[in-house]
């Protein structure tokens, strides 16, 4: 059975968050500093994701390569990434690796050597990235719904563009640097085979003297929900839909996390099922909830031909729209399935585990046990789940496509 979280913060703002699994030989770590892309300067959007690259080329003893030598002899399978409120750098491990881990990671939020003769080569990768993106339409598609859904700061992607990085100077990634990389804000969350006490210990000599600096939150602007066509010559049309839903701290978020459920999650939903083997129009289709801090959205995706474009679009929206009707109680039995199965694999797994308990904190301001998920799971009903769609339906969609044709949109759609 799961352990009782551990939750310690350091003087400096820094939160330590822990789970202890005594059932795994590994560890694994999460650490988010308040380095997002939302909080890039306008005419330097891209410049958390090229710091993040540029931090990893050196930091503390190590130069680019030691660093790298040094964590694959710990076998760590590390990792970084960059959202729109952090930047993460996760590692697993063996458990008996994870303070040397740990070690290494301190010195990268905290001494950097941001080598300015590897900086070219950092904004190479950083464009090659925005170059995939470039060449991915489904993505396309559901950037350009995310970035009408929550406008400026928070909806724009976190790679940047490549006019925007090629402007960026080192002296803007150490300024950046020096402003974002702060423990006030920063989250450290570890699960596995570990030690509370002696863990933070060792984190408090690695990171209790990091000095804090204020932070501004940014703010939204720029929010637009109408829909759009992005003209393109290909004989498949990708289509998008977005419509508002609640974010992961109400209190009816499982509910409506259990609706999108219905109806994209497994091969047995809804969206699957009519759209794709019943009907045959289109080859992926999806449905997910997405969160901000005090924002949720849902967004729907469908891939589909050029000459199915139209119907797919029909379809989808009719589908959305069925399920302001609610759902029945088979359905709910195969969600509830399914959401227990994912629940025991989490359990499994130390990396999926401090993932979790970080969003948490992040979310909440506190961490669920599995234990407590299972419960709310397993009291979901259908009376619970109807009630949370009829106070909020699913209603005044955007729809992005992108494809030869612009298609022609329901009057549901704002």
Request: glycine residues 6%; charged residues 25%; aromatic residues 6%.
């Amino acid at each position: 059975m799961p352990q009782p979280i551990n939750i310690h913060q350091y003087k400096n703002g820094l939160v330590l968050l822990t789970e202890r699994m005594d059932w795994v030989e590994s560890a694994a770590f999460s650490l988010l500093v308040p380095a997002g892309s939302a909080r890039d300067p306008g005419p330097l959007h891209g410049l958390s994701s090229l710091t993040c690259e540029m931090v990893q080329r050196g930091c503390g003893p190590r130069d680019s390569h030691q660093l790298i030598d040094d964590l694959e002899n710990l076998g760590v399978d590390h990792s970084a990434s960059v959202s729109n409120v952090h930047t993460s750098f996760g590692g697993a491990m063996p458990a008996d690796q994870l303070e040397s881990a740990l070690s290494i990671f301190a010195d990268l939020v905290r001494s950097p050597h941001l080598p300015e003769d590897q900086l070219e080569d950092a904004r190479s990768a950083c464009v090659q990235e925005i170059r995939s993106l470039e060449d991915d339409l489904a993505q396309q598609v559901m950037q350009n719904l995310r970035q009408r859904r929550y406008g400026n700061p928070f909806g724009r992607n976190s790679q940047g563009t490549i006019d925007s990085v090629q402007r960026i100077t080192l002296d803007d990634i150490r300024d950046y640097f020096d402003k974002t990389y702060r423990p006030n804000g920063a989250i450290l969350s570890v699960a596995g085979k570990i030690d509370f006490d002696q863990l933070k210990d060792h984190v408090g000599q690695l990171l209790e003297s990091w000095e804090s600096a204020p932070l501004t939150e940014p703010t939204t602007s720029d929010v637009d929900w109408s829909s759009m066509h992005l003209a393109h010559k290909s004989h498949q049309t990708h289509i998008g839909v977005a419509y508002e839903s609640v974010p992961y701290c109400d209190k009816q978020y499982y509910q409506a996390r259990a609706a999108v459920g219905v109806l994209s999650d497994g091969m047995s939903s809804r969206l699957f099922t009519e759209i794709r083997e019943n009907r045959g129009l289109c080859y992926s289709v999806y449905a997910v909830c997405h969160t901000l801090r005090d924002q949720g959205s849902v967004f729907c995706y469908a891939g589909t031909t050029s000459e199915r474009s139209q119907e797919t679009l029909d379809v989808l929206i009719a589908e959305l729209l069925e399920l302001r009707q609610g759902i029945r109680s088979d359905e709910l039995a195969r969600l509830k399935a399914r959401l227990k199965s994912a629940l025991i694999m989490q359990q499994e797994s130390s990396a999926s585990r401090c993932g979790s308990i970080a969003a948490d904190w992040y979310f909440l301001n506190r961490v669920q046990t599995l234990d407590e998920v299972g419960r709310i799971i397993d009291d979901l009903t259908c009376e619970s789940i109807n009630a949370q769609l009829t106070e909020h339906p699913p209603e005044r969609f955007t729809v992005v496509t992108l494809g030869q044709n612009e298609l022609e949109l329901p009057v549901e759609v704002l």
